[in-house]
C-alpha cells in the first residue's frame, strides 16, 4: 500500500486516464501531483454514500416486481450491479420471461469484465484478494480509481468506494423491500430512476472529447428509438453499437482526409514536373540560340580572313 507507481498514460478505451485537455496529449505520468490519502476517501465516500443510498430504490422496485423479500436481497448481495439489478426486476416487471431478463441482465453486467482488465493493471493486486475484489468492479469504483494519480491513490478509491457501496447498497436494499408495502404504488414514486441518475452524473465528467459525447448522444438516442419496440433491457444493450458506429464514421473521414491530401501532392508534383519540363526545354532552346549565333559569327571569321588575303596577293 506504501508504494506509489505512477500509471502509463492510456487512450481511447474505456476507462482511460483523463489527464489533459480534449484532444490534445495529456502530461506525462510523472508530471501528475500526488493526492492526498484524506482527499481520495473523501472522493470515494462521497460515492459510495450517494450510489449506496439508492439502493432503497431497488428494493422497492424489486418487491414491486413481485420478488420476495429473500430474492431481492439475495440479488444484491450476489449481482450488486445496479444497472443488472433494475434491468432484471424492469423486465419481469413487464411480464418478459425469467430466463430472457436474466440473459438481458447478464449481458449487460459483461462490462464490468471490460472494468476488469483495466483495473487489474491499475490495481496490480495480490492473487488472493482479485477473487474478492473482482466483486466490486462496478461502475462507480471504476470511476473513481481510474483519475488517481497513483497506485496506491487507486487503491484507497477503490477500497472505500466498494465498502461503502456494497455495505450501504445491501443495507438500503434491505430496508426497501421492507417498506415497499407502506409506500403502496412504487412507480408512482420514480425510484427506479434514482441509479440511472447516479451513474449519469458520474459519467457525465468524463465525456470530455468530442468523440466521447456524440457516442453518448448516439447511444441515448438509439435507446430511446428503440424502447418503444423491444423488450425491456434489450435497447440498453443495443445502444453499445453506437461505439463502433463512431469509430467506423471516424476511419472513413480520416481516409477521405488521406485521400485529398494524397490527390493535392500527386498534383503539386504534376505541376513541378511539367514546370521542370517547361524549364529544360528553354534551356534547351536558348542552348540552340546560342550555337546558331557562334556559327554565324564563324562563318563571318572565315570570309574576313580571306578577304584580307586576297588584298595582301
Known amino acids: 500500500m506504501a508504494e506509489q507507481t505512477t500509471f502509463p498514460e492510456s487512450t481511447g478505451t474505456p476507462g482511460a486516464l483523463p489527464a489533459g485537455p480534449p484532444g490534445g496529449p495529456g502530461p506525462a505520468a510523472e508530471e501528475r501531483p500526488d493526492k492526498p490519502d484524506a482527499a481520495v476517501v473523501r472522493d470515494a465516500l462521497g460515492v459510495g454514500v450517494a450510489v449506496g443510498l439508492s439502493g432503497f430504490a431497488f428494493g422497492v422496485t424489486s418487491a414491486g416486481s413481485g420478488l420476495s423479500l429473500l430474492q431481492t436481497c439475495v440479488l444484491s448481495l450476489l ?9 432484471l426486476v424492469g423486465a419481469l416487471a413487464a411480464g418478459g420471461n425469467p430466463y430472457t431478463a436474466a440473459a438481458g441482465a447478464f449481458f449487460l453486467g459483461i462490462r464490468n469484465a471490460f472494468y476488469g482488465l483495466r483495473l487489474s493493471q491499475l490495481l496490480d493486486l495480490p492473487r488472493a484478494v482479485r477473487p474478492f475484489a473482482a466483486h466490486w468492479v462496478i461502475d462507480e469504483s471504476t470511476a473513481v480509481t481510474l483519475p488517481q494519480p497513483t497506485r496506491r491513490a487507486a487503491r484507497i478509491g477503490f477500497t472505500v468506494t466498494g465498502l461503502t457501496l456494497y455495505v450501504l447498497w445491501n443495507l438500503t436494499t434491505l430496508v426497501g423491500a421492507l417498506g415497499a408495502e407502506a409506500l403502496g404504488d412504487t412507480d408512482a414514486w420514480g425510484l427506479d430512476a434514482a441509479s440511472p441518475a447516479v451513474f449519469l452524473a458520474l459519467l457525465a465528467p468524463m465525456l470530455r472529447s468530442t468523440v466521447e459525447r456524440v457516442t453518448a448522444a448516439l447511444a441515448v438516442v438509439l ?45 503539386d508534383s504534376g ?23 557562334r556559327t554565324d559569327e564563324d562563318r563571318g571569321n572565315v570570309a574576313e580572313r580571306k578577304k584580307r588575303g586576297e588584298r595582301s596577293v
Do not use: C, I, W
Request: overall charge negative.
Open 79 to 87: 449481482v450488486f450491479t445496479g444497472a443488472s439489478q433494475f434491468a
Open 223 to 267: 435507446a430511446l428509438t428503440l424502447l418503444p419496440v423491444l423488450p425491456a433491457g434489450v435497447p440498453v444493450l443495443l445502444s453499445a453499437l453506437a461505439a463502433p458506429v463512431v469509430l467506423f464514421l471516424m476511419g472513413r473521414a480520416k481516409g477521405s482526409s488521406a485521400g485529398a491530401g494524397g490527390d493535392q501532392g500527386r498534383g
Open 271 to 293: 505541376g513541378h514536373g511539367n514546370r521542370e519540363s517547361h524549364g529544360a526545354d528553354d534551356d534547351r532552346e536558348d542552348y540552340g540560340a546560342d550555337e546558331d549565333r
